[in-house]
């Protein structure tokens, strides 16, 4: 008797680890890369035109750049790059427009904190 209730048990156990790993493997992604959300990215697209400045990526830090395709930065800041949200970082990669001076401080203070 004692060993049809070890075998009962082991079993019940063994199914809910078999349960628990099918949980795990369902929860995994294809390895993609971090993804931007839509309702962040829609924030930042279409205002190349309007934009005054731009945020990017120069040597590990974020930078202040006058167009989004202008080598030399107006001015460096502190902020490390790697200690950024994933969804900030893909902004940097592409740069983040800011329209005037004080969207950009808006911008800058937001990525510092």
Do not use: H, N, W
Not at 12 to 24: D, E, H, N, V
Not at 33 to 61: K, N, S, W
Not at 85 to 102: E, F, H, T, V, W
Request: aromatic share 6%; proline share 4%.
């Amino acid at each position: 008797m004692l060993m049809k209730l070890k075998t009962a048990l082991l079993l019940c156990l063994m199914s809910a680890a078999a349960l628990a790993l099918c949980g795990a493997y369902r929860s995994l992604r294809p390895f993609g890369g971090p993804t931007l959300p839509e309702e962040v990215a829609a924030r930042f697209v279409g205002r190349d035109e309007d934009a005054a400045y731009f945020l990017r990526e120069e040597e590990g830090y974020v930078a202040v750049f006058a167009d989004r395709r202008e080598r030399e930065s107006l001015r460096r800041t502190e902020i490390e790059a790697d200690s950024l949200r994933a969804a900030d970082r893909l902004l940097l990669q592409k740069g983040i427009p800011a329209g005037d001076s004080l969207e950009l401080l808006t911008l800058l203070e937001d990525l510092g904190s």
